[in-house]
T-cell receptor, first 112, second 112 residues
Framework: KQEVTQIPAALSVPEGENLVLNCSFT??????LQWFRQDPGKGLTSLLL?????REQTSGRLNASLDKSSGRSTLYIAASQPGDSATYLCAVQYTGGFKTIFGAGTRLFVKA | DAMVIQNPRYQVTQFGKPVTLSCSQTLNHNVMYWYQQKSSQAPKLLFHYYDKDFNNEADTPDNFQSRRPNTSFCFLDIRSPGLGDAAMYLC???????????FGPGTRLLVL
Protein backbone atom coordinates (compact mmCIF):
# COMPACT_ATOMS: atom_id res chain seq x y z
CA LYS A 1 0.00 0.00 0.00
CA GLN A 2 1.29 3.46 -0.88
CA GLU A 3 1.61 5.65 2.20
CA VAL A 4 3.24 8.95 3.10
CA THR A 5 4.15 9.70 6.71
CA GLN A 6 5.38 12.89 8.32
CA ILE A 7 7.04 13.00 11.71
CA PRO A 8 6.77 14.90 13.99
CA ALA A 9 3.12 15.95 13.78
CA ALA A 10 3.98 19.22 15.51
CA LEU A 11 7.15 21.15 16.25
CA SER A 12 7.86 24.30 18.22
CA VAL A 13 11.21 26.09 17.89
CA PRO A 14 12.65 29.47 18.89
CA GLU A 15 13.23 32.06 16.19
CA GLY A 16 16.56 31.73 14.39
CA GLU A 17 16.88 27.98 14.80
CA ASN A 18 17.64 25.74 11.84
CA LEU A 19 15.23 22.83 11.58
CA VAL A 20 14.48 19.69 9.60
CA LEU A 21 11.09 18.26 8.73
CA ASN A 22 10.83 14.63 7.71
CA CYS A 23 8.73 12.80 5.15
CA SER A 24 8.83 9.07 4.48
CA PHE A 25 7.02 7.09 1.81
CA THR A 26 6.49 3.49 0.83
CA UNK A 27 7.08 2.28 -2.73
CA UNK A 28 9.98 3.93 -4.55
CA UNK A 29 8.18 4.00 -7.93
CA UNK A 30 7.61 7.74 -7.88
CA UNK A 31 7.63 10.59 -10.37
CA UNK A 32 8.31 13.33 -7.86
CA LEU A 33 7.94 14.63 -4.32
CA GLN A 34 6.60 18.09 -3.57
CA TRP A 35 6.68 20.16 -0.38
CA PHE A 36 3.86 22.57 0.41
CA ARG A 37 3.01 25.09 3.06
CA GLN A 38 -0.56 25.53 4.35
CA ASP A 39 -1.69 28.40 6.56
CA PRO A 40 -4.81 27.82 8.71
CA GLY A 41 -7.98 27.69 6.63
CA LYS A 42 -6.11 28.39 3.41
CA GLY A 43 -5.00 26.55 0.30
CA LEU A 44 -1.58 25.07 -0.30
CA THR A 45 1.47 27.01 -1.45
CA SER A 46 4.07 25.08 -3.39
CA LEU A 47 7.58 25.34 -1.92
CA LEU A 48 9.76 22.87 -3.80
CA LEU A 49 9.36 20.02 -6.27
CA UNK A 50 11.98 17.29 -6.56
CA UNK A 51 11.78 15.01 -9.57
CA UNK A 52 12.65 11.35 -8.98
CA UNK A 53 15.98 11.76 -10.82
CA UNK A 54 17.06 14.64 -8.56
CA ARG A 55 18.62 14.55 -5.08
CA GLU A 56 17.81 18.03 -3.82
CA GLN A 57 16.29 21.41 -4.58
CA THR A 58 16.90 24.78 -2.96
CA SER A 59 14.87 27.97 -2.73
CA GLY A 60 16.06 30.76 -0.47
CA ARG A 61 16.22 29.45 3.10
CA LEU A 62 14.66 26.13 2.10
CA ASN A 63 16.46 23.00 0.98
CA ALA A 64 14.69 19.74 0.20
CA SER A 65 16.42 16.41 -0.31
CA LEU A 66 15.18 13.13 -1.72
CA ASP A 67 16.50 9.62 -1.12
CA LYS A 68 14.27 7.44 -3.23
CA SER A 69 15.94 4.17 -2.27
CA SER A 70 15.23 4.68 1.42
CA GLY A 71 11.87 6.36 0.84
CA ARG A 72 12.77 9.58 2.63
CA SER A 73 12.75 13.31 2.05
CA THR A 74 13.74 16.15 4.35
CA LEU A 75 12.90 19.83 4.26
CA TYR A 76 15.57 21.98 5.86
CA ILE A 77 14.59 25.48 6.96
CA ALA A 78 17.47 27.79 7.83
CA ALA A 79 17.22 30.64 10.32
CA SER A 80 13.54 30.12 11.08
CA GLN A 81 11.25 33.13 11.47
CA PRO A 82 7.80 33.56 13.08
CA GLY A 83 6.39 33.97 9.57
CA ASP A 84 7.43 30.38 8.85
CA SER A 85 4.75 29.16 11.27
CA ALA A 86 2.38 26.97 9.24
CA THR A 87 1.67 23.34 8.42
CA TYR A 88 4.16 21.77 6.03
CA LEU A 89 2.97 18.91 3.86
CA CYS A 90 4.83 16.60 1.55
CA ALA A 91 3.15 14.92 -1.40
CA VAL A 92 4.41 12.01 -3.45
CA GLN A 93 3.28 11.40 -7.01
CA TYR A 94 3.48 7.72 -7.86
CA THR A 95 3.92 6.11 -11.24
CA GLY A 96 1.08 4.00 -12.58
CA GLY A 97 -1.82 6.41 -12.69
CA PHE A 98 -0.07 9.60 -11.49
CA LYS A 99 -1.73 9.32 -8.08
CA THR A 100 -0.62 12.01 -5.61
CA ILE A 101 -0.62 11.03 -1.94
CA PHE A 102 -0.12 13.56 0.81
CA GLY A 103 1.28 13.18 4.28
CA ALA A 104 -0.79 14.57 7.16
CA GLY A 105 1.72 17.38 7.67
CA THR A 106 3.95 18.83 10.37
CA ARG A 107 2.56 21.83 12.20
CA LEU A 108 5.43 24.24 12.83
CA PHE A 109 5.38 27.04 15.36
CA VAL A 110 8.31 29.47 15.46
CA LYS A 111 8.41 31.51 18.66
CA ALA A 112 9.59 35.13 18.53
CA ASP B 1 -1.62 37.61 -11.92
CA ALA B 2 -2.09 34.08 -13.17
CA MET B 3 -3.88 32.05 -10.59
CA VAL B 4 -6.31 29.34 -9.53
CA ILE B 5 -9.67 30.68 -8.39
CA GLN B 6 -12.30 28.82 -6.41
CA ASN B 7 -15.87 29.93 -5.86
CA PRO B 8 -17.49 30.17 -3.51
CA ARG B 9 -15.00 30.26 -0.63
CA TYR B 10 -17.67 29.01 1.77
CA GLN B 11 -20.69 26.91 0.84
CA VAL B 12 -23.49 25.75 3.08
CA THR B 13 -25.84 23.07 1.82
CA GLN B 14 -28.49 20.80 3.26
CA PHE B 15 -28.18 17.08 3.70
CA GLY B 16 -29.01 15.45 0.37
CA LYS B 17 -29.23 18.70 -1.62
CA PRO B 18 -26.95 18.70 -4.70
CA VAL B 19 -24.15 21.23 -4.67
CA THR B 20 -21.60 22.37 -7.26
CA LEU B 21 -18.19 23.87 -6.52
CA SER B 22 -16.25 25.67 -9.20
CA CYS B 23 -12.63 26.19 -10.08
CA SER B 24 -11.10 28.35 -12.77
CA GLN B 25 -7.53 28.98 -13.82
CA THR B 26 -5.69 31.61 -15.80
CA LEU B 27 -2.49 29.54 -16.00
CA ASN B 28 -3.57 27.66 -19.14
CA HIS B 29 -2.48 24.41 -17.52
CA ASN B 30 -3.39 21.05 -19.02
CA VAL B 31 -4.17 19.27 -15.76
CA MET B 32 -6.76 20.09 -13.12
CA TYR B 33 -7.23 18.22 -9.84
CA TRP B 34 -9.82 18.04 -7.09
CA TYR B 35 -8.82 17.17 -3.53
CA GLN B 36 -10.87 16.71 -0.37
CA GLN B 37 -9.28 17.75 2.93
CA LYS B 38 -11.02 17.04 6.22
CA SER B 39 -10.02 18.80 9.39
CA SER B 40 -6.38 18.15 10.38
CA GLN B 41 -6.06 15.45 7.72
CA ALA B 42 -4.05 15.07 4.54
CA PRO B 43 -5.62 16.23 1.28
CA LYS B 44 -7.07 13.25 -0.60
CA LEU B 45 -7.12 13.17 -4.39
CA LEU B 46 -10.61 12.66 -5.79
CA PHE B 47 -9.90 12.87 -9.54
CA HIS B 48 -7.97 14.76 -12.16
CA TYR B 49 -8.36 15.82 -15.76
CA TYR B 50 -5.60 15.82 -18.31
CA ASP B 51 -7.17 18.13 -20.87
CA LYS B 52 -10.54 16.41 -21.41
CA ASP B 53 -9.41 12.98 -20.20
CA PHE B 54 -11.04 12.21 -16.86
CA ASN B 55 -9.17 10.10 -14.30
CA ASN B 56 -11.17 8.92 -11.31
CA GLU B 57 -9.45 7.56 -8.21
CA ALA B 58 -10.62 4.05 -7.37
CA ASP B 59 -11.83 4.99 -3.89
CA THR B 60 -13.68 8.18 -4.84
CA PRO B 61 -17.37 7.71 -3.97
CA ASP B 62 -19.88 7.73 -6.83
CA ASN B 63 -21.56 10.65 -5.09
CA PHE B 64 -18.76 12.85 -6.44
CA GLN B 65 -18.70 13.82 -10.11
CA SER B 66 -16.70 16.30 -12.10
CA ARG B 67 -17.00 18.28 -15.32
CA ARG B 68 -14.42 20.19 -17.31
CA PRO B 69 -16.21 22.07 -20.09
CA ASN B 70 -13.06 23.87 -21.25
CA THR B 71 -9.41 24.38 -20.33
CA SER B 72 -10.14 27.12 -17.82
CA PHE B 73 -13.00 25.68 -15.76
CA CYS B 74 -13.57 22.56 -13.72
CA PHE B 75 -16.58 21.75 -11.54
CA LEU B 76 -17.10 19.38 -8.63
CA ASP B 77 -20.64 18.08 -8.26
CA ILE B 78 -21.74 16.37 -5.06
CA ARG B 79 -25.03 14.71 -5.91
CA SER B 80 -26.34 13.97 -2.41
CA PRO B 81 -24.12 15.50 0.26
CA GLY B 82 -23.90 13.69 3.55
CA LEU B 83 -22.62 15.00 6.85
CA GLY B 84 -19.35 13.19 6.20
CA ASP B 85 -18.76 15.26 3.07
CA ALA B 86 -18.19 18.42 5.08
CA ALA B 87 -14.61 19.36 4.27
CA MET B 88 -12.33 21.79 2.47
CA TYR B 89 -12.31 21.11 -1.28
CA LEU B 90 -9.12 22.10 -3.02
CA CYS B 91 -8.58 22.61 -6.73
CA UNK B 92 -5.11 22.45 -8.22
CA UNK B 93 -3.55 22.73 -11.66
CA UNK B 94 -0.29 21.71 -13.28
CA UNK B 95 1.08 22.19 -16.75
CA UNK B 96 1.79 18.47 -17.04
CA UNK B 97 0.89 15.63 -14.68
CA UNK B 98 4.41 15.31 -13.27
CA UNK B 99 5.03 19.00 -12.74
CA UNK B 100 4.38 21.39 -9.86
CA UNK B 101 0.78 21.56 -8.65
CA UNK B 102 -0.63 25.02 -7.91
CA PHE B 103 -3.55 25.22 -5.54
CA GLY B 104 -6.51 27.54 -5.20
CA PRO B 105 -7.65 28.89 -1.82
CA GLY B 106 -10.23 26.13 -1.37
CA THR B 107 -13.98 26.00 -0.76
CA ARG B 108 -15.11 25.04 2.71
CA LEU B 109 -18.32 23.01 2.52
CA LEU B 110 -20.69 22.74 5.46
CA VAL B 111 -23.54 20.23 5.35
CA LEU B 112 -26.50 20.85 7.65
Amino acid sequence: KQEVTQIPAALSVPEGENLVLNCSFTDSAIYNLQWFRQDPGKGLTSLLLIQSSQREQTSGRLNASLDKSSGRSTLYIAASQPGDSATYLCAVQYTGGFKTIFGAGTRLFVKA
Amino acid sequence: DAMVIQNPRYQVTQFGKPVTLSCSQTLNHNVMYWYQQKSSQAPKLLFHYYDKDFNNEADTPDNFQSRRPNTSFCFLDIRSPGLGDAAMYLCATSIQVTETQYFGPGTRLLVL
